[in-house]
Structures are given as C-alpha cells and as structure tokens.
C-alpha cells in the first residue's frame, strides 16, 4: 500500500510538472517550472555561479518563465553556458595577469543582476502589461536584446583576455594591457559579434523574435558594447566615479542594449 502511494505521488508530481511547462505560465507553474530546472541544471550552475548568485539567477528564472515562458529560459541558460565556458577558457593565464573572474570563475549575485537586470525588467513589463498588448513584442524584443548584448560583451571580455595580441583603448586606440577597462581586441570583438548573432538566431527560430528583429538585436548589442567600452576608459576607477563598478557598467550596457533594440523596431514598424 505504501509504496502504491507513493508511485501515485510521483505520477502526480510528474504531471504536475508536465502541466507548468505546458500550459500557459501562471505563478505556481512558473514556480515549479523554474525549480524543476534549477534541480536538474544544479551541478552545471554551481560551476559558474556562487550560491549567492544561484539564488540571484533563481528570481531571475521566475520573472524570465513568467513572461515568456521556456523560450525566455533557454536564452537565459544558454547565455549562461556559452559565458561561463568563455570564462574558463585560459583561466590560469587570465589569474597569473590579474584579469580573471574571482572565486575560479564563478560569479556572484552582483554578475547576475548585471547580466539580468534589464531582462528582468522586460520580463516584469510584459507580466503586468506596460504599454498594452501591442507593446509585448517589443519587451521580447528588448529581452533578447540585452542577453545579446550581454553574451557579446562576456565573449568579447574573455575571449579577448585569453587570446588578444594586441588591445586598444577605445578613447584614444594607444595599445594598453590585455584587462584594461574600455579596452577591445580584433580576436575578442570578432568573438562577440559571432556569439550575438548565435544567440539573436535562436532567438528566431524558436521564435522569441522574426528575422529582422534578430539584426537588430545584432546591431544594438555591438552599439551598447561601444558605449560601455567608452563608459570603462573614461569614467571606471576615475576619481569621483567609483561607483560605476564593472557590475554597474554592465548593467548600463544590457540596458543601452534593451532600449536601443525597442527604439529601433518602433523607428522601423
């Protein structure tokens, strides 16, 4: 009897998971959407994120499957993997010139919210209708947006520490050490325009957006790149700007992305 009881508790937690991802996203299935992915994809999270930035990236999980459903959380994961990878590639070298990720790699909740903040935003315009119903393709939009550009600047950081020759000051193109805050390299750059555009292509075919909606994802990510590597080199460890942190500037890049790629399809439609 017992362990009929419990057969029958399993069949109905199974269904019950089996309804969050398929109907339409309320709380609850959104809540045990957003567990049941965090259970299974624990071991793989726990190698890029601290456990502060795992709860962090969990709030953020619940507002991404709330308004968009797993569309939106397999751009989030997806960031998440192709980032966290970049951040491992050279990590010993990255250390030994003290251009690393702290923590051996895994980040915490202020890299999350700097990656996420402007998503997240999206997210909670789309859940409560800001701008009525035909402003829900526009936070999509946006959404995507920002982890373009988000996923363009991670490669374009770290693959740049790892394989850069030469790198540039973007204010003044003099040659500076690999790290340098507004620094870019032809090899990191490259690397960031192809990882934008892998990541506004899924974004179409599973059709958080359509094919021009995509270049434009494309174009706004490498725009808010520029203007945060131009926010670094003037203002970041400047005297009376110690408050824009790499976390900070993060999060006016993701948000310059997010806004650039709304105002563009508003422009264009």
Do not use: H
Request: glycine share 12%; hydrophobic share 50%.
């Amino acid at each position: 009897m017992a362990s009929r009881d419990a057969s029958q508790g399993l069949a109905e937690i199974f269904e019950g998971v089996q309804r969050a991802f398929a109907a339409p996203a309320s709380w609850e299935s959104t809540v045990i959407a957003t567990t049941t992915i965090f259970v299974i994809a624990a071991p793989v999270l726990f190698v890029g994120l601290s456990v502060s930035g795992v709860l962090s990236a969990f709030v953020l999980g619940l507002f991404t499957f709330r308004a968009f459903g797993a569309q939106g959380t397999i751009i989030v994961f997806l960031y998440f993997l192709i980032g966290t990878a970049a951040t491992k590639v050279k990590y010993k070298l990255k250390k030994a010139e003290g251009t690393a990720e702290k923590r051996g790699g895994r980040r915490g909740p202020g890299s999350v919210w700097g990656s996420g903040t402007a998503g997240t935003l999206c997210a909670i315009a789309t859940i409560y209708g800001v701008g009525g119903p035909s402003w829900v393709s526009l936070w999509r939009l946006g959404f995507l947006a920002s982890f373009c550009t988000k996923l363009s600047d991670t490669m374009g950081s770290e693959i740049g520490k790892a394989f850069g020759k030469t790198t540039y000051l973007v204010t003044t193109m003099t040659v500076v050490p690999r790290g340098t805050d507004g620094a870019v390299s032809v090899v990191g750059t490259f690397a960031g325009v192809v990882a934008s555009v892998f990541l506004a292509l899924i974004g179409c075919i599973i059709s958080m957006t359509d094919m021009s909606g995509a270049v434009i994802c494309v174009m706004a990510a490498q725009v808010a790149n520029l203007c945060e590597s131009f926010i670094g080199a003037a203002l970041q460890d400047e005297k009376g700007s110690e408050w824009i942190t790499n976390d900070v500037s993060n999060i006016f890049n993701i948000s310059i992305g997010a806004t650039l790629a709304i105002l563009a399809s508003l422009l264009i439609g």
